[in-house]
């Protein structure tokens, strides 16, 4: 059997990404768990090879960034 390399980074990158993903609509969750899980990402990218992590993090600031610039849009143009 092969080895099922995993440290504890790229696995708390990957719990990061994804509450990011879920919590993006508040930023204080989605913004800062993505940051962490985008840092995370790459320190355990580099041990292990493994980017779930990152992909989950930069999907979860994304995400929560489209939010906001959508919601700063309509709100300055509907008043």
């Not at 390399?5 to 204080?28: D, E, N, Q, R």
């Not at 993505?34 to 320190?43: C, T």
């Amino acid at each position: 059997m092969g080895e099922n390399k995993s440290t504890p980074a790229s696995t708390a990158s990957l719990v990061l990404g994804i509450i990011s993903i879920v919590g993006s609509c508040m930023w204080y969750i989605g913004g800062i768990c993505g940051i962490l899980a985008i840092i995370l990402g790459v320190s355990g990218m580099k041990k292990t090879g493994k980017k779930a992590g990152l992909v989950c993090g930069i999907v979860g600031v994304s995400v929560c960034a489209m939010l906001y610039v959508t919601t700063f849009i309509i709100l300055t143009f509907a008043l």
